[in-house]
């Protein structure tokens, strides 16, 4: 079974509008770490957000922000006013706690988000 | 230099060549990685160094060999690829650590290769 499942393969959004991009996991873990990592064409990996297990509020970076529902094992990520320059690959990824020596991250297959001007 | 870098950025050879890729962190990080991303395949781990020893080999085929020979500095040695292991290649490196903690992986540009 994937650990990380992003269902949404391209999303279209209006310049200056929102964008939800879904992101949900399989851990039996409770302790671990959510990322969201930006790929622009360029082909670099740009970190976005972060969001532990443990965390009580949604964390957010700018436009950036996470919608953490622990139960429902989901870790959707809002841009709000979204921008041509938001127009990328983006991908969701998990840490698991790993013998206390790693930092593995386990990656979705990723939202191709177009930005329409 | 600043942050991650890899090179070259683009690399064509034949299934017979040897040839290297290399990586290199300007952030004093003590963990680099290996990933593999296909086209429509999520992002695959290859190799996880922590201080210099390796600690993860992700079932990968011994035509692909890592090397670590110090913290900053970590190379992907190719010989006798196949067509199918044409991909974009991305180092990445983090702080080690034990516990959940806040330490995400910073990545390079990548390298494009292909094998023909």
């Known amino acids: 079974a994937q650990k990380i499942t992003q269902t949404q393969p391209g999303m279209f959004v209006q310049e200056k509008e929102a964008v939800t991009l879904d992101c949900t996991y399989d851990t039996s873990d409770q302790s671990y770490g959510l990322f969201w990592y930006k790929q622009p064409s360029s082909g670099e990996m740009i970190f976005l957000i972060y969001?532990?297990?443990?965390?009580?509020q949604n964390a957010t970076e700018g436009r950036y922000s996470l919608n953490f529902q622990k139960a429902r094992k989901s870790a959707n990520l809002v841009i709000s006013a979204s921008q041509l320059g938001d127009s990328a690959m983006y991908f969701c990824?998990?840490?698991?706690?790993?013998?206390?020596?790693?930092?593995?991250?386990?990656f979705g297959g990723g939202t191709r988000l177009m930005v329409k001007p | 230099e600043t942050g991650v870098t890899q090179t070259p950025r683009h690399l064509v050879m034949g299934m017979t060549n040897k040839k290297s890729l290399k990586c290199e962190q300007h952030l004093g990080h003590n963990a680099m990685y290996w990933y593999k991303q296909s086209a429509k395949k999520p992002l695959e781990l290859m190799f996880v160094?922590?201080?210099?020893?390796?600690?993860e080999n992700n079932s990968v085929p011994s035509r692909f060999s890592p090397e670590c020979p110090n913290s900053s500095h970590l190379f992907l040695h190719l010989h006798t690829l196949q067509p199918e292991d044409s991909a974009l290649y991305l180092c990445?490196?983090?702080?080690?650590?034990?516990?959940?903690?806040?330490?995400?992986?910073?990545f390079g540009p990548g390298t494009r290769l292909t094998v023909l």
């Open positions: 990445a490196s983090s702080q080690a650590s034990g516990g959940i903690g806040y330490n995400e992986q910073f």
């Open positions: 160094y922590n201080f210099k020893e390796q600690t």
């Open positions: 969001q532990g297990s443990y965390d009580e």
């Open positions: 990824a998990m840490r698991e706690v790993y013998n206390n020596a790693g930092n593995m991250l386990t």
